[in-house]
């Protein structure tokens, strides 16, 4: 498995379904709203977000 953001291939550990790892983790926790990266990270965490959704409602086509 590889991580979603960077391609690491040491991931460990699960956010929102999808692959990422700890660097990239740390990376994201450690933004702060002032930060230059805090709008990449918000975008990304939406699209996470998007496909996370979207996969629960494959399971639940009744919902
Ligand atoms: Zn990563």
């Known amino acids: 498995m590889y991580c ?3 391609g690491n ?7 929102l ?3 990422i ?5 740390d990376e ?3 933004t702060s709203v002032f930060d230059e990266t805090y709008d990449l990270y918000k975008n990304l965490i939406r699209i996470l977000l998007g ?10 086509p009744v919902n």
Not at 9 to 15: F, H, K, P, Q
Not at 51 to 60: A, M, P, R, V
Request: charged share 25%.
């Open 4 to 6: 979603k953001i960077c």
């Open 9 to 15: 291939d040491r991931v460990i550990t699960n956010l």
């Open 17 to 19: 379904g999808q692959s």
């Open 21 to 25: 790892c700890k660097e990239c983790i």
């Open 28 to 30: 994201i926790t450690r």
């Open 51 to 60: 496909y996370y959704i979207s996969e629960k409602h494959q399971l639940n």
